[in-house]
């Protein structure tokens, strides 16, 4: 067996994970990704049984994802493949179904008609992640660049 040095070793074969070693390998850095087998087309939720659905991206619009597609060089690909889904997402409750669509008007009026008493909870909410988010993209717009070698 050869013995091969790595600088970092990325468990997992998330999105976050696949994208910290393309980045890390960019810069110069010799990477090793270590993941596990192939996920089952269902999982479990109480007794019900779930199909997996096609993956989804909400962090898509986000800036920093869009940083990271071009320093990949992968914003044409990005924009040829991705396909938005409308409803983002759907929450089915007995006698209920709510589509979160990515408008936010369309979702207010979605929320007004099954849910009218939790409208100022959810403004509040989404009032709450938004300034999260603007506080995320803005540590973000910042490069943290370590030269190879000086990670550690």
């Known amino acids: 067996m050869t013995a091969k040095h790595f600088d970092v ?3 997992g074969r998330s999105i976050g994970a696949l994208t910290a070693a393309a980045l890390l390998a960019r810069r110069d850095f010799t990477v090793l990704v270590l993941g596990q087998g192939e996920r089952g087309s269902t999982y479990r939720i109480d007794q019900r049984v779930m199909l997996r659905r096609a993956f989804t991206m909400l962090a898509a619009a986000a800036p920093t994802w869009r940083k990271v597609v071009v320093e990949l060089a992968q914003s044409q690909t ?3 493949r991705v396909t938005p889904a ?3 997402m759907q929450v089915l409750k007995p006698r209920r179904r709510i589509d979160v ?3 936010m008007a369309l979702f207010g009026r979605e929320i007004d008609r099954e849910y009218p008493e ?3 909870l959810v403004d509040e909410l989404y009032g709450d992640l938004a300034r999260v988010n603007a506080a995320a993209d803005e540590a973000f717009e910042h490069d943290a660049v370590w030269p190879p070698g000086t990670f550690w």
Do not use: C, E, H, N
Request: glycine share 0%; charged share 35%; proline share 20%.
């Open 78 to 80: 990005w924009k040829r």
């Open 86 to 88: 409308s409803p983002m």
């Open 101 to 103: 669509p990515p408008d």
């Open 9 to 11: 070793i990325v468990l």
């Open 118 to 120: 939790l409208r100022r």
